[in-house]
């Protein structure tokens, strides 16, 4: 049975570093939902936030060869205790004519800001979990939709698991 | 003190007390040429072929254990380089690749003799490096060394860029180098360790199977004396030959697709395994799911975490390097107060004698036409089982693993995990330079041998005495024996016509050719080879032999271990 895993990695920030990850993926023919990176407060350090989705036989296969690349450091699978995912959304709507004050309600509703506005449209940011945005995404009518950037889903442990050095 | 690129280069691997360079040189590195013409302390070999570099550095490897060098230009220096890098990779050898590249201000921007590497080595290197400063290069040779010979070894490539060779820089080579990201596990678990043992201990039907691990990890003496103690039987894969003495009573040949009857039998119906240093390769246990069919339960020692769970799941997981590992059960076994169940081992010992009667390896002795399993035997025999045997890949690489009998590790130097034709002369080459004394054959075929046949040139610069046995069947016959079993005996495109005359061939490189057409000369053919007149000669023997010989036995592919198709079966 396969089931969605976020896995959380540290790893050496050097360039090169992201291709060796995506690579493994698409070398082992391992699927990715998203993928983001960014350096830690340690400038030293890459923090990359994996979705994927797998066997169980599969997610243990995955953890071991990323343990294994020899720039990665730690590896932690969210998924497998408690934990906060968080994905930001920027959609860029038509807002007009009696549209206009429903799409903002409908923002509000997912607590949705609006930061940008034109006499035709809203940008409207959003941050959740991907299930909450895809949700959003269902509440508005398609037609509306000019443009849509999600950054993939980043997370954290709850309490105190933690995934430092 | 003050140095440039090029020298730090050959500066650390001199520090890194490396005898042999493999290499082919190019604008790149002609910096990093200029100082090993100045320095004497490692021998630069020149092959004709850069795949033939890192082929003799991953020989040079296999055989003594050390890390293997080879040194390329940018561009097509690399990446005729790759399939030597691949090769490497898949058999988990360390070696050190050094290559030139562009200038760092020319990177990306399409440059001559441009490739892109980092990128091309990525999948098939355990790591590589691209160094932009010439203050890091020091630091990253050493890590390079370090990389390619700990934990589970394999291939690490090292791009210097032609600036950085001449940038100056204060050099000290570090006696190690800290990498907070790279930490193997070399020692087992003991709580794992313990549950190993009383599972061995309770086995009925016990079975060791070893692999490329116990050689990489030199631990032939401890896997021997764990077999002995136990009394358990022990198959080879065909990376593992050698690792337990193939003439040992206890040991049952190579298993898997051109495994022997027992040793596949026992496989199959064993009720504890003990893995040791094998990754459960498609060749070596068939369909996974006729494999689950038996109850069995199983132990795998491995390095690598990855290797364990990957193909077949196992019960006791035991992660650590396979010398520490099995001395450590040694231990645990000689304290323990329980012993074997001797009935059940009687019982399982008649069972396996019963499988070895069919004596699957036997072939017909009579034939007028040479047989190939004949001249490896012979080859055995006249080499007292003493040779260094490299092969290329096919049918005689087959019968080199089932007919010579491997009583040492580190003896059998061959390219399982990728395959690739060609590999036999450079890795006799390496092997040879590595051990001036030894006997050293190449059996090979007259397709694969072709694809690296430019290296009797090299051998003839530095005279490299190698011995070919080449077992021409004027076809790639394991590509015929496959068409003739599972695609109608059509033979598309595996015959090879307009063969050159290789007796001749060799006398232009300079050596000396030999053909043998009859069963009866093969034997004084080989001791003429091997004799001391011919010592310091490289001798290319072409043996005509029986083109229609398949290899069995056979596990066809999809098929279950104890599915083989046998010689007497036809
Ligand atoms: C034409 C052809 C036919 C073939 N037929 C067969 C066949 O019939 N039978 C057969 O067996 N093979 C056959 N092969 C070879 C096969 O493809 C594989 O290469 C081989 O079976 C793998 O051997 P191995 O399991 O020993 O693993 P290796 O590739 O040798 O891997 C070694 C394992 O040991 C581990 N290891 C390394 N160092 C240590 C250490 N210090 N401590 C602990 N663990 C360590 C590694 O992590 C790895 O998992 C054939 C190949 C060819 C080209
Ligand atoms: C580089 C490469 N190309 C193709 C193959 C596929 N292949 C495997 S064995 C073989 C034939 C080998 O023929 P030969 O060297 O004559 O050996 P024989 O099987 O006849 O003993 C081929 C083409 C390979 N293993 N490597
Ligand atoms: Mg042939």
């Given at each position: 049975?396969?089931?969605?895993?976020?896995?959380?990695?540290?790893?050496?920030?050097?360039?090169?570093?992201?291709?060796?990850?995506?690579?493994?993926?698409?070398?082992?023919?391992?699927?990715?939902?998203?993928?983001?990176?960014?350096?830690?407060?340690?400038?030293?350090?890459?923090?990359?936030?994996?979705?994927?989705?797998?066997?169980?036989?599969?997610?243990?296969?995955?953890?071991?060869?990323?343990?294994?690349?020899?720039?990665?450091?730690?590896?932690?699978?969210?998924?497998?205790?408690?934990?906060?995912?968080?994905?930001?959304?920027?959609?860029?709507?038509?807002?007009?004519?009696?549209?206009?004050?429903?799409?903002?309600?409908?923002?509000?509703?997912?607590?949705?800001?609006?930061?940008?506005?034109?006499?035709?449209?809203?940008?409207?940011?959003?941050?959740?979990?991907?299930?909450?945005?895809?949700?959003?995404?269902?509440?508005?009518?398609?037609?509306?939709?000019?443009?849509?950037?999600?950054?993939?889903?980043?997370?954290?442990?709850?309490?105190?698991?933690?995934?430092?050095? | 003190?003050?140095?440039?690129?090029?020298?730090?280069?050959?500066?650390?691997?001199?520090?890194?007390?490396?005898?042999?360079?493999?290499?082919?040189?190019?604008?790149?590195?002609?910096?990093?040429?200029?100082?090993?013409?100045?320095?004497?302390?490692?021998?630069?070999?020149?092959?004709?072929?850069?795949?033939?570099?890192?082929?003799?550095?991953?020989?040079?490897?296999?055989?003594?254990?050390?890390?293997?060098?080879?040194?390329?230009?940018?561009?097509?220096?690399?990446?005729?380089?790759?399939?030597?890098?691949?090769?490497?990779?898949?058999?988990?050898?360390?070696?050190?690749?050094?290559?030139?590249?562009?200038?760092?201000?020319?990177?990306?921007?399409?440059?001559?003799?441009?490739?892109?590497?980092?990128?091309?080595?990525?999948?098939?290197?355990?790591?590589?490096?691209?160094?932009?400063?010439?203050?890091?290069?020091?630091?990253?040779?050493?890590?390079?060394?370090?990389?390619?010979?700990?934990?589970?070894?394999?291939?690490?490539?090292?791009?210097?860029?032609?600036?950085?060779?001449?940038?100056?820089?204060?050099?000290?080579?570090?006696?190690?180098?800290?990498?907070?990201?790279?930490?193997?596990?070399?020692?087992?678990?003991?709580?794992?360790?313990?549950?190993?043992?009383?599972?061995?201990?309770?086995?009925?039907?016990?079975?060791?199977?070893?692999?490329?691990?116990?050689?990489?990890?030199?631990?032939?003496?401890?896997?021997?004396?764990?077999?002995?103690?136990?009394?358990?039987?022990?198959?080879?894969?065909?990376?593992?030959?050698?690792?337990?003495?193939?003439?040992?009573?206890?040991?049952?040949?190579?298993?898997?697709?051109?495994?022997?009857?027992?040793?596949?039998?026992?496989?199959?119906?064993?009720?504890?395994?003990?893995?040791?240093?094998?990754?459960?390769?498609?060749?070596?246990?068939?369909?996974?799911?006729?494999?689950?069919?038996?109850?069995?339960?199983?132990?795998?020692?491995?390095?690598?975490?990855?290797?364990?769970?990957?193909?077949?799941?196992?019960?006791?997981?035991?992660?650590?390097?396979?010398?520490?590992?099995?001395?450590?059960?040694?231990?645990?076994?000689?304290?323990?107060?329980?012993?074997?169940?001797?009935?059940?081992?009687?019982?399982?010992?008649?069972?396996?004698?019963?499988?070895?009667?069919?004596?699957?390896?036997?072939?017909?002795?009579?034939?007028?036409?040479?047989?190939?399993?004949?001249?490896?035997?012979?080859l055995?025999?006249v080499t007292?089982?003493?040779a260094?045997?490299?092969?290329?890949?096919?049918?005689?690489?087959?019968?080199?693993?089932?007919?010579?009998?491997?009583?040492?590790?580190?003896?059998?130097?061959?390219?399982?995990?990728?395959?690739?034709?060609?590999?036999?002369?450079?890795?006799a080459?390496?092997?040879q330079?590595?051990?001036?004394?030894?006997q050293v054959a190449c059996i090979?075929?007259?397709?694969?041998?072709?694809?690296?046949?430019?290296?009797?040139?090299?051998?003839?610069?530095?005279?490299?005495p190698v011995k070919v046995v080449?077992?021409?069947?004027?076809?790639?016959?394991?590509?015929?024996?496959?068409?003739?079993?599972?695609?109608?005996?059509?033979?598309?495109?595996?015959?090879?016509?307009?063969?050159?005359?290789?007796?001749?061939?060799?006398?232009?490189?300079?050596?000396i050719?030999?053909?043998?057409?009859?069963?009866?000369?093969?034997?004084?053919?080989l001791?003429?080879a091997f004799?001391?007149?011919l010592?310091?000669r490289m001798v290319f023997m072409?043996?005509?032999?029986?083109?229609?010989?398949?290899?069995?036995?056979?596990?066809?592919?999809?098929?279950?271990?104890?599915?083989?198709?046998?010689?007497?079966?036809?």
């Amino acid at each position: 049975m396969s089931t969605r895993h976020i896995i959380s990695l540290l790893m050496e920030n050097e360039a090169g570093a992201l291709s060796r990850v995506a690579g493994l993926f698409s070398a082992r023919a391992y699927n990715i939902e998203s993928l983001t990176v960014a350096p830690t407060e340690d400038a030293t350090l890459s923090r990359m936030t994996i979705v994927t989705v797998g066997s169980e036989d599969i997610i243990e296969q995955i953890t071991k060869q990323l343990n294994k690349l020899v720039d990665v450091i730690k590896v932690m699978d969210l998924t497998e205790g408690r934990h906060i995912e968080r994905e930001l959304m920027l959609v860029k709507v038509k807002a007009v004519g009696a549209g206009r004050e429903e799409m903002k309600r409908t923002a509000d509703i997912f607590r949705g800001r609006i930061i940008d506005v034109t006499d035709a449209t809203y940008t409207i940011e959003l941050t959740g979990t991907g299930s909450k945005l895809d949700a959003f995404l269902e509440a508005i009518d398609p037609a509306f939709i000019i443009e849509t950037v999600r950054t993939g889903a980043s997370g954290i442990g709850r309490g105190e698991r933690s995934l430092k050095v | 003190m003050e140095a440039t690129g090029a020298e730090i280069v050959v500066r650390c691997l001199a520090e890194e007390g490396v005898e042999f360079v493999f290499g082919y040189p190019g604008g790149a590195v002609l910096n990093i040429y200029d100082e090993i013409f100045k320095q004497n302390k490692f021998k630069h070999v020149l092959v004709r072929h850069e795949q033939a570099a890192v082929h003799a550095a991953d020989a040079y490897a296999r055989a003594t254990g050390r890390v293997g060098v080879a040194l390329v230009t940018s561009g097509p220096g690399v990446t005729n380089a790759v399939t030597g890098i691949a090769t490497a990779y898949m058999d988990s050898i360390p070696i050190v690749v050094v290559t030139g590249q562009v200038p760092t201000p020319a990177i990306g921007l399409d440059a001559f003799q441009e490739v892109d590497t980092v990128g091309i080595t990525r999948p098939c290197v355990k790591h590589n490096f691209l160094v932009k400063d010439v203050k890091d290069l020091a630091a990253t040779m050493k890590k390079a060394f370090i990389i390619a010979a700990t934990g589970r070894p394999g291939p690490v490539v090292v791009d210097v860029p032609k600036d950085v060779t001449y940038h100056v820089t204060d050099f000290e080579y570090p006696a190690t180098v800290e990498m907070r990201s790279y930490n193997p596990v070399v020692k087992g678990h003991s709580g794992q360790l313990k549950r190993a043992v009383q599972m061995l201990l309770e086995a009925k039907r016990p079975m060791i199977y070893t692999g490329g691990g116990v050689v990489l990890g030199d631990a032939s003496a401890q896997l021997t004396e764990l077999a002995r103690l136990l009394g358990f039987p022990v198959t080879n894969t065909l990376m593992g030959l050698g690792g337990h003495p193939a003439t040992d009573k206890q040991n049952l040949g190579m298993l898997g697709m051109h495994g022997t009857y027992e040793a596949n039998m026992a496989m199959q119906h064993c009720d504890v395994l003990l893995a040791v240093g094998a990754r459960f390769d498609d060749r070596v246990i068939g369909n996974p799911s006729h494999f689950a069919r038996e109850a069995r339960r199983i132990i795998h020692v491995d390095i690598d975490p990855s290797s364990i769970s990957k193909r077949v799941k196992v019960d006791v997981p035991i992660v650590g390097d396979v010398r520490n590992v099995l001395t450590d059960m040694l231990a645990l076994l000689k304290q323990a107060k329980d012993r074997p169940d001797a009935t059940a081992l009687n019982a399982w010992w008649t069972q396996i004698e019963l499988w070895r009667s069919k004596n699957c390896l036997k072939y017909n002795k009579q034939s007028p036409i040479i047989k190939p399993q004949y001249v490896v035997e012979k080859l055995w025999e006249v080499t007292k089982g003493d040779a260094y045997v490299t092969s290329d890949v096919g049918q005689h690489q087959m019968w080199a693993a089932q007919y010579y009998k491997f009583d040492k590790p580190r003896r059998w130097i061959n390219s399982g995990g990728l395959g690739t034709m060609g590999v036999g002369l450079p890795y006799a080459m390496g092997v040879q330079l590595a051990f001036p004394e030894a006997q050293v054959a190449c059996i090979t075929g007259e397709s694969s041998i072709q694809m690296n046949i430019q290296e009797l040139s090299t051998c003839k610069q530095y005279r490299i005495p190698v011995k070919v046995v080449m077992l021409n069947n004027r076809y790639m016959g394991m590509v015929r024996q496959w068409q003739e079993f599972f695609y109608g005996s059509r033979y598309a495109e595996s015959y090879m016509e307009s063969l050159p005359d290789f007796v001749k061939m060799a006398e232009a490189y300079g050596h000396i050719g030999m053909r043998i057409d009859k069963p009866e000369d093969v034997e004084a053919a080989l001791k003429e080879a091997f004799s001391p007149a011919l010592k310091e000669r490289m001798v290319f023997m072409d043996f005509q032999t029986d083109q229609t010989e398949n290899v069995f036995p056979m596990v066809e592919g999809g098929k279950g271990l104890s599915e083989m198709i046998l010689a007497e079966e036809l």
